[in-house]
């Protein structure tokens, strides 16, 4: 139990993310020029997702090209229900980077988007207020009585 809170400490106030993400298997195929990535996310269909494409290379473990001119079912919206489909325009440099080779595949990733504050905001609002509280406590503190005030006499006695 001695170990619970310092390690709830490092987990809540850790400088790194924890979001859930998604790699989905996707389809592709060239017509007219472009490329139609086809791609789906098993999820609830309200959720927000944060989709992405990178072009790999079986042959090359390492390479890894984030396409350009991408339309369609791609960045933040909610694409988690049916097929969803991503456009690659390709422009004249980046079909002949790629005519050679058939070993190319895309990797299509879904990240949840989370709504609300990041917890910063928060700690951020607590050190704010916890040093103001500092601050009044120290400012405010114990003042010594005025000398100048007196009490007031007691009535005459009655006769």
């Given at each position: 139990?001695?170990?619970?809170?310092?390690?709830?400490?490092?987990?809540?106030?850790?400088?790194?993310?924890?979001?859930?993400?998604?790699?989905?298997?996707?389809?592709?195929?060239?017509?007219?020029?472009?490329?139609?990535?086809?791609?789906?996310?098993?999820?609830?269909?309200?959720?927000?997702?944060?989709?992405?494409?990178?072009?790999?290379?079986?042959?090359?473990?390492?390479?890894?090209?984030?396409?350009?001119?991408?339309?369609?079912?791609?960045?933040?919206?909610?694409?988690?229900?049916?097929?969803?489909?991503?456009?690659?325009?390709?422009?004249?440099n980046e079909?002949?980077?790629?005519?050679?080779?058939?070993?190319?595949?895309?990797?299509?990733?879904?990240?949840?988007?989370?709504?609300?504050?990041?917890?910063?905001?928060?700690?951020?609002?607590?050190?704010?207020?916890?040093?103001?509280?500092?601050?009044?406590?120290?400012?405010?503190?114990?003042?010594?009585?005025?000398?100048?005030?007196?009490?007031?006499?007691?009535?005459?006695?009655?006769p």
């Amino acid at each position: 139990m001695k170990y619970f809170y310092p390690i709830l400490i490092l987990f809540l106030f850790s400088p790194f993310t924890l979001l859930a993400q998604e790699k989905i298997d996707a389809e592709f195929e060239m017509k007219d020029g472009k490329i139609y990535i086809n791609y789906s996310i098993k999820g609830i269909s309200s959720t927000k997702y944060k989709v992405a494409v990178l072009l790999r290379r079986e042959s090359e473990p390492t390479f890894k090209y984030e396409p350009t001119k991408l339309s369609g079912d791609i960045g933040e919206g909610f694409f988690a229900a049916g097929m969803k489909t991503i456009i690659w325009e390709l422009s004249s440099n980046e079909k002949m980077s790629f005519a050679s080779g058939d070993d190319f595949w895309f990797e299509v990733s879904a990240e949840e988007v989370k709504s609300g504050w990041p917890w910063y905001y928060y700690a951020g609002g607590a050190i704010v207020a916890g040093v103001g509280a500092v601050v009044a406590i120290l400012l405010g503190g114990n003042k010594a009585e005025d000398p100048a005030v007196t009490t007031l006499p007691l009535p005459p006695a009655r006769p």
